[in-house]
């Protein structure tokens, strides 16, 4: 699957969308859900929580195994995807169209941080052994 | 270098997802997890289970020596072909490993060792064969590749297949075995539903495979052999249990014979063991999923116990996370305990097991 441009990624597999309100919306990424395998659950973050860059806000549970989602920035949850506790499934079929939570950015230099398709390409590309 | 089955090639060729099994390059699953469960359940799907090792035990006295050598007392199995599940015990009552016993004759038994332990279970097998039966023959059987056809229509799939093979095993029971041609075929498995697992020549297995694929048995991995097992409510060794516990504290009460006049290696210190602990069932009442390792808490007569999590997942049958715990004597079904999952507490409610048999959901 191609890595969509108009995003950006960190090397922990989240996607990142950056609204034209500044705001940025979070997901995980094709490759993450691929290696995850079957979703069965998404633990969520709750709006008005804070995270600091890094920070684990949310678990992605496959029938395999429990991931920690990371903030790919720091900043407040302004939105979760709650539609995902019921049909978790969704990040399987379309991940980059399947977002978790959304984050008014604490720094919003700590974008400039983030990686861009290609970046993220080379990611994979050195994991692939 | 991980060790490869017959198959390997193959279930490359099916896109399978490899992984690291203890040592065993393993197909995960060939896509989805889910759906090769799904399929067992509803249908049928075929499982590589060729990391297991059949040992064949051949000589007088065979019997004898299974009976000092097991904890279920193979006296059980007097029909040919008759199986027996049985653990296999230190002498201070903690678990070698599981296996089945098979009776073939008198002077010819076969078993059936878990991939993990075979190698330890070989080197004891021969130390008490040479210490009780030193005429008899072990025979390690890598030469042979193994194969379990699983689900509500593998039997069917399987007489498709393999020619004359209805009328060898129609009339097979539960736990019974048969030999055809180069098909040892035993009405056994791990999943909870009907099926076989056929053991055959290593070099026959890719097109015994590919044949079973073409009658519409869907490749399976260990993914959903491992959530098929569990529903079933069927220990895994290295999990739910290993030498530092007993088939007392595992659920496997039913598999030792301590009424008996007979002795066995581990029978004194179960004799003498006073459990604590029993397996038990849960089914999580929250979201989230169990895992194993997981502490769970709770009160039984006013006290406080604390127990873990030995077998956890997410159950597709019922759609709801269950697990295997080992928890105080005394919690009982329909009793609440607490699952400790990261920084919260899940409420589980526990049940009796087995958790689904024969497609259908029985907590």
């Known amino acids: ?129 | 270098m991980l060790k490869k089955t017959p198959l390997n090639e193959t279930h490359r060729q099916m896109n399978a997802k490899m992984v690291d099994f203890g040592g065993w390059d393993m197909p995960l699953h060939y896509g989805s997890q889910l759906e090769e469960h799904h399929k067992v359940r509803q249908d049928a799907g075929m499982f590589d289970v060729s990391h297991m090792l059949p040992v064949d035990i051949k000589g007088d006295g065979t019997r004898d020596f299974l009976r000092k050598l097991v904890a279920n007392n193979v006296d059980k199995i007097t029909i040919p072909g008759k199986a027996l599940y049985t653990c296999m015990l230190t002498p201070q009552g903690g678990i070698i490993d599981d296996l089945i016993v098979y009776f073939l004759t008198e002077s010819w038994f076969r078993i059936v060792v878990n991939a993990g332990t075979a190698d330890k279970d070989v080197a004891w097998i021969l130390k008490q064969r040479d210490a009780l039966a030193p005429g008899l023959e072990i025979t390690p059987r890598r030469d042979m590749a193994m194969i379990a056809v699983q689900g509500p229509n593998a039997r069917a799939k399987v007489w498709q297949v393999i020619p004359g093979s209805q009328a060898a095993t129609e009339e097979l029971k539960i736990f019974q075995s048969t030999t055809l041609n180069h098909f040892f075929i035993a009405r056994t498995g791990y999943t909870g539903e009907d099926g076989f697992e056929i053991i055959l020549p290593a070099e026959e297995a890719p097109t015994f495979w590919k044949s079973l694929h073409a009658a519409g048995v869907a490749p399976a991995g260990l993914g959903a052999r491992d959530t098929l097992r569990l529903e079933a409510g069927m220990n895994l060794y290295g999990q739910d249990m290993d030498e530092s516990t007993s088939p007392l504290e595992s659920g496997l009460n039913w598999t030792v014979d301590l009424k008996s006049e007979r002795d066995f290696i581990g029978k004194q210190a179960l004799l003498d063991s006073n459990p604590t602990q029993q397996l038990a069932g849960l089914v999580l009442l929250d979201r989230g999923v169990l895992r194993s390792h997981q502490k769970v808490v709770g009160q039984v007569n006013g006290q406080a116990f604390e127990g873990e999590i030995t077998s956890g997942g997410f159950s597709p049958t019922i759609n709801q996370s269950i697990a295997l715990a080992r928890i105080a004597i005394g919690v009982s079904p329909g009793d609440e305990v607490q699952v400790l999952v990261r920084d919260k507490q899940l409420r589980a409610k526990v049940v009796k097991y087995p958790f689904v048999r024969n497609g259908k959901v029985l907590v």
């Open chain 1, 1 to 129: 699957m191609s890595i969509p441009s108009d995003l950006k990624y960190t090397r922990s597999h989240e996607w990142v969308k950056i609204e034209a309100d500044g705001t940025v919306t979070v997901g995980i990424t094709d490759h993450a859900q691929e290696l995850l395998g079957d979703m069965v659950f998404v633990e969520l973050p709750k709006v008005g929580d804070s995270f600091s860059q890094k920070q684990e806000c949310a678990v992605a549970e496959s029938v395999k195994a429990a991931a920690d989602v990371y903030a790919p920035i720091s900043g407040e949850v302004i939105e979760v995807n709650s539609a995902l506790a019921d049909s978790p499934e969704k990040i399987n079929q379309d991940a980059f169209g399947s977002w978790l939570f959304k984050l008014k950015p604490g720094n919003p230099a700590e974008l400039d941080g983030l990686l861009d398709a290609a970046g993220y390409q080379e990611v994979l590309d050195s994991e692939d052994h």
